[in-house]
Structures are given as structure tokens and as C-alpha cells.
């Protein structure tokens, strides 16, 4: 299995709503990450774990809270977002430090109304 | 400071003509580099990594990138373009031992015509 899998593919919440995306790899990679790519832009890391552990959080809104309960999934816990966080949201995975790259998910499509 | 500068934010080629797509990079150490296809609504699929093997990088779908240290280049080539090809690209670097930091140039867009 050489993917890595997202769900929902499109996701609508309200601004008072309470959602969350979900990652799942089964490469055995051990570092996941959280992309977020509005349009025409280049993808934005938000959060990195490394061996299930929190090791990069790029001073994202508490709004978004990650999780990973094993290292094969990673989640991103969602409260309370505005309409300016509308976005795709990205997951990859990599073996150790990402040297041979990073797989990528196809994401999630989020729009906040 | 490590950076990425992809030198064309729209490139426009013929089918089956040739395609190139240039990128710059600056970095303090010997990097990885990458090149990623993203098409429309979707994730961004791996089309080739330069880690400090051969400078000449062969990928998917007939795409190629040549390592060039002295000029700190990492353009990504194509012989002839095909319209399925129609796509943003980015090109990646990860420099040597700065753990999970992976840095993205702004992205080229891709138009093949017929």
C-alpha cells in the first residue's frame, strides 16, 4: 500500500461547528504532516509528528487541534474556523526525515460557510 | 536561509513540443530536491527526486530534471508535451539536516495547447 488516504474529500461546517479530518497511511512511515493550500498557492505546513509526537506546529490557530493516535493516523480536530480558513487540506507522510520526499494524500476540500 | 524560486509563474507549450520548467534554489547545505505535479482539486503526486545520486534525474511520465550545483538549478524537462500534462508544478527542496522542513517555490502553471 503505497497511499496515503483522506476523508471527507469535501467537507461544508459552519462557523460554529465541530468537525475533523482524518489521514491514514500504512507505508509504516513514522513522520505525517498537515498541509494547508489555499488557491494558485503553494501548500502551507502547519503541524509535523515524528514518531507519533508533535514536533512542528507553525503557530496555527488554536481552532485547529492535530492528533495522532497511532502512526498510522493522523487527525485535525476542528472548532469554530472562520471563512478565511477555507482550503484544500493536505496530509503526507515520509520515511524518517522526509530525505526521499513526502507522499501526499489527495485532501480535503474544506469550506467554511 | 534556504529558499526556492521557480523563475516562471505561467509557462504555455504546444502539444508535443518541449516543456521546461526552471527552478532556483538556495541552501546552506547539500539539499534534496523534488518535483510535484498537482492537478486540479487533487493532492500533489511525486514526479522526481534529485538526494545526492545521479545529477540527472529520470521521473513518471517521460519528465526528467538534471542537478546542476553550480549554477543552483534544478529545472524539470519534458521532450515532448502532452495534454494530460496541464498541471501546476512545484518544485521542493529539503535541505541536509534541517529535519522535517521541506520548502516549496511558488508553483508553475502548465498550459499544453493543442
Known amino acids: 500500500d503505497t497511499e496515503v488516504t483522506q476523508t471527507p474529500k469535501h467537507l461544508v461546517m459552519g462557523m460554529t461547528n465541530k468537525k475533523s479530518l482524518k489521514c491514514e497511511q500504512h507505508?509504516?512511515?513514522?513522520?505525517m504532516y498537515w498541509y494547508k493550500q489555499k488557491a494558485k498557492k503553494p501548500p502551507e505546513l502547519m503541524f509535523v509528528y515524528s514518531y507519533e509526537k508533535l514536533s512542528i506546529n507553525e503557530s496555527v490557530p488554536s481552532r485547529f487541534s492535530p492528533e495522532c493516535p497511532n502512526s498510522s493516523l493522523l487527525n485535525l480536530h476542528l472548532h469554530a474556523l472562520q471563512p478565511e480558513d477555507s482550503a484544500l487540506y493536505l496530509c503526507?507522510?515520509?520515511?524518517?526525515?522526509?530525505?526521499?520526499?513526502?507522499?501526499f494524500g489527495s485532501g480535503t476540500r474544506l469550506t467554511v460557510v | 536561509a534556504q529558499s526556492v524560486t521557480q523563475l516562471d509563474s505561467h509557462v504555455s507549450v504546444s502539444e508535443g513540443t518541449p516543456v521546461l520548467l526552471r527552478c532556483n534554489y538556495s541552501s546552506s547545505y547539500s539539499p534534496s530536491l523534488f518535483w510535484y505535479v498537482q492537478h486540479p482539486n487533487k493532492g500533489l503526486q511525486l514526479l522526481l527526486k534529485y538526494t545526492s545520486a545521479a545529477t540527472l534525474v529520470k521521473g513518471i511520465n517521460g519528465f526528467e530534471a538534471e542537478f546542476k550545483k553550480s549554477e543552483t538549478s534544478f529545472h524539470l524537462t519534458k521532450p515532448s508535451a502532452h495534454m494530460s500534462d496541464a498541471a501546476e508544478y512545484f518544485c521542493?527542496?529539503?535541505?541536509?539536516?534541517?529535519?522535517?522542513?521541506?520548502?516549496f517555490g511558488t508553483g508553475t502553471s502548465l498550459t499544453v495547447i493543442p
Open positions: 507505508m509504516g512511515h513514522r513522520a
Open positions: 503526507a507522510s515520509s520515511e524518517g526525515q522526509g530525505k526521499y520526499g513526502y507522499t
Open positions: 521542493v527542496v529539503r535541505p541536509l539536516n534541517t529535519g522535517n522542513q521541506f520548502y
